[in-house]
């Protein structure tokens, strides 16, 4: 019985950690498009935002950016429960904690494209807040997936 309650409750977390996740990268990529682009619904152009206008709109962006990793932590550890059991599941923090790099790397590189092609559609020029958000997630991010991937490439080889 304590078995399939174990199960449940994991199944339940994983599917709120997808649905999380989900939403999460979802709306990153429309609320950053909308305001690099200035574009919204069917084609409307938006007024030109103020610096302070893009900042409050890049602190939501990484927000949802923190959001999309603690849905994809809450599904990683309700699959391992659901599959594994919980004493199974304590031995692969390491292997969870090398990934986190990557998954961040990954989000940050498409955040830095997402901008850099956004200009291409935009209606006016494009904030430097903007530009400046998207040259530093371009950087960052293959450096984070450079260390996640000598970070998971170590850890795991160490796991037997």
């Given at each position: 019985?304590?078995?399939?309650?174990?199960?449940?409750?994991?199944s339940?977390?994983?599917?709120?950690g997808v649905?999380?996740?989900?939403?999460?990268v979802?709306?990153?990529?429309?609320?950053?498009?909308?305001g690099?682009?200035?574009?919204f619904?069917?084609?409307n152009?938006?007024?030109?935002?103020t610096?302070?206008?893009?900042i409050h709109?890049?602190?939501?962006v990484?927000c949802?950016?923190?959001?999309?990793?603690v849905g994809?932590?809450?599904?990683?550890?309700?699959?391992w429960?659901r599959r594994l059991?919980s004493?199974?599941?304590?031995?692969?923090?390491k292997?969870?904690?090398?990934?986190?790099p990557?998954?961040?790397?990954?989000?940050?590189?498409?955040?830095?494209?997402?901008?850099?092609?956004g200009?291409?559609l935009?209606?006016?020029?494009v904030?430097?807040?903007?530009?400046?958000?998207?040259?530093?997630a371009?950087?960052?991010?293959?450096?984070?997936l450079?260390?996640?991937?000598?970070l998971?490439?170590?850890l795991?080889?160490a796991t037997?």
């Open positions: 019985m304590q078995n399939r309650f174990l199960k449940f409750f994991a339940i977390l994983m599917g709120l649905l999380v996740f989900t939403c999460s979802l709306f990153v990529a429309g609320i950053l498009m909308e690099v682009t200035h574009r619904g069917e084609g152009i938006a007024p030109p935002e610096s302070e206008q893009s709109l890049l602190v939501i990484s949802l950016v923190l959001g999309s990793l994809w932590l809450l599904a990683r550890i309700g699959d429960w059991g004493r199974e599941c304590l031995c692969k923090i292997q969870l904690l090398a990934e986190i990557l998954l961040l790397g990954g989000e940050c590189l498409c955040l830095g494209i997402l901008i850099l092609w200009h291409r935009a209606a006016y020029e904030g430097t807040v903007y530009r400046q958000f998207g040259i530093g371009g950087i960052v991010g293959p450096l984070l450079l260390v996640g991937g000598l998971f490439r170590l795991t080889r037997p």
